[in-house]
């Protein structure tokens, strides 16, 4: 664990919190294409402005049941 909070101080929470805010964007534009080609309903409940989310993003998949939880 020391290790790992070394890691963080070294990168800086700046560096860190942009790397967070450039991945969930990333995952965002990715579902919303995903939902648009596939006529998916995926709803994304977190909200949309950076700044009043944190690093991830809460979804609800209508209609499809166990066939996301299926492996």
Do not use: N, W, Y
Not at 15 to 21: F, P, V
Not at 32 to 47: D, F, M, N, Q
């Amino acid at each position: 664990m020391l290790a790992s909070l070394a890691e963080f101080r070294a990168a800086g929470m700046e560096r860190l919190r942009a790397k967070s805010l450039d991945l969930t964007a990333f995952l965002e534009s990715g579902m919303h294409a995903v939902a648009a080609s596939t006529g998916s309903r995926l709803e994304i409940l977190t909200p949309s402005d950076p700044a009043a989310r944190g690093c991830q993003l809460s979804l609800v998949a209508h209609g499809h049941g166990k066939a996301l939880s299926s492996t």
